[in-house]
């Protein structure tokens, strides 16, 4: 399995796999358009020419970029796939010195196995509130909020 960034034409698997969750109520879903206007933001991991995994890293100030769309294929989870796309998030946001990560969602003990902590939805600045207007779920939103610092180069 390979960890790499997302191509175009892994975009209706990345789609398929995110939408299924979503679905599941597990996370938000996403239309096409926004994953490949977003196509940059993601990593995949990938079996041959299957995706088993996606995420992504969409950067929204100087200090703060959010990990968005984590989705491993159920039978390819508890093998670190999800660990490797974090990682690579987290490695993304330190190489272009952004500081703060922060992420919205109903696993917040999956995201605390690397460095993020638990905070007041209401601590998060209103700049990330934008596309939660757009949220079928605004304002009664049940997803948790965690931060992760990355410690970068002075
Ligand atoms: C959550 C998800 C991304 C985890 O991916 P995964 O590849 O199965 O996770 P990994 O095997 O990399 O697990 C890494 C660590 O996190 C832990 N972990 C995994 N899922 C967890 C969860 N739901 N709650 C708490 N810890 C979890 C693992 O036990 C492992 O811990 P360890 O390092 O101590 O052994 C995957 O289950 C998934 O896609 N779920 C459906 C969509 C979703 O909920 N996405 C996340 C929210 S946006």
Same mark, same amino acid.
């Given at each position: 399995m390979k960890l790499e960034k997302a191509k175009i034409n892994d975009v209706p698997e990345m789609h398929k796999l995110i939408n299924y969750f979503a679905e599941k109520?597990?996370?938000? =879903?996403r239309p096409l358009s926004e994953i490949y206007e977003n196509i940059r933001?993601?990593?995949?991991?990938k079996e041959g020419e299957r995706v088993i995994g996606c995420a992504a890293l969409h950067?929204?100030?100087s200090d703060l970029a959010e990990v968005k769309s984590v989705a491993v294929a159920e039978d390819k989870q508890d093998q670190k796939v999800g =660990?490797?796309?974090i990682e690579a998030c987290l490695a993304d946001a330190k190489a272009l010195g952004i500081s703060?990560?922060?992420?919205?969602?109903?696993?917040?003990?999956f995201f605390e196995k690397f460095?993020?902590?638990?905070?007041?939805?209401?601590?998060?600045?209103?700049?990330?509130?934008?596309e939660?207007?757009?949220c079928p779920k605004?304002?009664?939103?049940?997803?948790?909020?965690?931060?992760?610092?990355?410690?970068?180069? =002075?």
């Open positions: 109520g597990e996370m938000l =879903a933001d993601f990593f995949v991991v950067v929204c100030w =660990a490797k796309l703060t990560v922060f992420c919205l969602t109903y696993k917040p003990g460095d993020f902590s638990q905070v007041d939805k209401m601590e998060l600045p209103r700049k990330v509130w934008t939660c207007y757009r605004f304002p009664d939103c049940d997803e948790v909020a965690l931060i992760c610092r990355i410690k970068t180069e =002075a």
